[in-house]
C-alpha cells in the first residue's frame, strides 16, 4: 500500500478546505449597491457573479435580491484559512503542507513572526504571471532627496537621456512630486508619502475580508496612477468616490474612499486620477485610499509588497 504523496496529501486538505468556503455562501443587496462594487466587496467579478446567479442584465440586481457568491474567481486563488487564536505561520503552513516562505509568500507577509487572529490567508500560490508593471510607460515620482544624477542610476540610464525624455532644460531643477518618464517599465507609489501596513486579510463586518490594503495621507493628497492604463470612475455606498484603472500590467487597479476625481480616460503612471478622502463608508474615519490590484481582473491580491517596493 503506497502512502499518499505529500502533494496529494496538501491538495486534499486544499480541496477540503476549499468545499468549506463554498457550501452557500450568499449577499443580500443593499440600498445603492452596484454588482461591480458587490464583486469587488466580495473579492469576485461582476461576470462570474452574472454567471453564478444567471443575472440577464448586470445593471438591474433589486434591493433585497439575494445573490449566489461564486466561489472560484477568475484566476483560481480559492482555499482559504482564518488565523484562530494560538496559531502561527509555522502551525499554519504545516497543517496544509506548506512551508512559512509558500504562505508568506502567498499572502505578501514579509514579516513572518506577525499574524493576527481573524485574518484571511491564500493557500494557494502567489500569481505567478503577474509582473506589476510590465508593459507599462515607467514614471517616477521625485521624492525628497532625489537628484536626477541618483534617478537615472536606479532606472540604469543617464542624466541626459532623463533630462531629454523628459524636456528638462536644467537637470538640476526638478521638484518634489514631478513625475518624471523613466525607461522601461515602472510601478510607482499611489500615494506618495502616504502611511500603510500590511491589513490585507483583516475582517472586516459581515463576515467579509479586507481585500486591500490602506494607504493613510491627509484629506486631498494626490492619488496617482500605479501604472499606465485607463482610468473609469464610479460612486457606491461603500467604495464611495473610486477609480478602476485598467493597467497596460493586465491588472485592474481599484481606489476607494477619494475626496476627488482626477483625470480618467487613458493615463500615464504617474498621473493625478483623484484625491484621498474618506467618502463612502469611510465617512468620518481617518482618510485614506483603500487600495486593490486584481490581476487579470480576478480575485484581489495583496498590494503590500508591491507598495513596499515602490511607495518611501
Ligand atoms: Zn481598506
Given amino acids: 500500500m503506497l502512502a499518499p504523496s505529500p502533494t496529494r496529501r496538501t491538495i486534499t486538505t486544499l480541496v477540503a478546505a476549499l ?15 452596484t454588482l461591480s462594487e458587490i464583486a469587488v466587496e466580495n473579492g469576485t467579478t461582476v461576470r462570474a457573479l452574472v454567471e453564478k446567479n444567471n443575472l440577464p442584465n448586470a445593471n438591474r440586481i433589486y434591493v433585497g435580491q439575494k445573490l449566489n457568491l461564486p466561489a472560484a474567481s477568475a484566476s483560481g486563488a480559492t ?50 504571471d503577474f509582473t506589476p ?7 517616477h515620482v521625485v521624492a525628497k532627496g532625489d537628484t536626477l544624477g541618483k534617478i537615472a542610476a536606479a532606472y540604469g540610464t543617464t542624466t541626459s537621456a532623463l533630462a531629454e525624455l523628459n524636456g528638462l532644460a536644467n537637470p538640476n531643477l526638478i521638484r518634489i512630486g514631478q513625475v518624471l518618464a523613466v525607461p522601461g517599465g515602472g510601478w510607482i507609489c499611489p ?29 486631498g493628497t494626490p492619488v496617482l496612477a500605479p501604472v499606465s492604463g485607463r482610468v473609469e470612475f464610479t460612486i457606491g455606498t461603500i467604495g464611495g468616490m473610486q477609480y478602476k484603472l485598467y493597467g497596460d500590467d493586465g491588472a485592474t487597479y481599484i481606489g476607494s474612499h477619494m475626496d476627488s476625481f482626477g483625470t480618467a480616460g487613458n493615463v500615464t503612471a504617474g498621473t493625478v486620477i483623484g484625491s484621498v478622502g474618506d467618502s463612502g463608508n469611510a465617512k468620518g474615519s481617518r482618510t485614506h485610499l483603500h487600495f486593490e490590484i486584481h490581476p487579470d481582473d480576478g480575485a484581489a491580491v495583496n498590494p503590500y509588497p508591491y507598495l513596499q517596493d515602490a511607495c518611501r
Fill in 19 to 33: 468545499f468549506v468556503i463554498v457550501s452557500g455562501a450568499t449577499y443580500t443587496v443593499q440600498p445603492g449597491d
Fill in 79 to 128: 482555499a482559504t484559512h482564518i488565523v484562530q487564536s494560538g496559531e502561527s505561520l509555522s502551525t499554519i503552513a504545516s497543517r496544509y503542507g506548506l512551508t512559512v516562505a509558500e504562505l508568506a509568500a502567498a499572502n505578501g507577509i514579509t514579516n513572518t513572526n506577525v499574524v493576527y487572529i481573524g485574518t484571511k490567508l491564500s493557500l494557494s500560490g502567489p500569481v505567478s
Fill in 133 to 139: 508593471g510590465s508593459g507599462s510607460a515607467g514614471a
Fill in 191 to 219: 500615494v506618495p508619502g502616504g502611511t500603510y501596513f500590511n491589513d490585507y486579510g483583516f475582517p472586516r463586518t459581515g463576515g467579509r475580508f479586507h481585500e486591500g490594503t490602506d494607504l493613510f495621507a491627509t484629506r
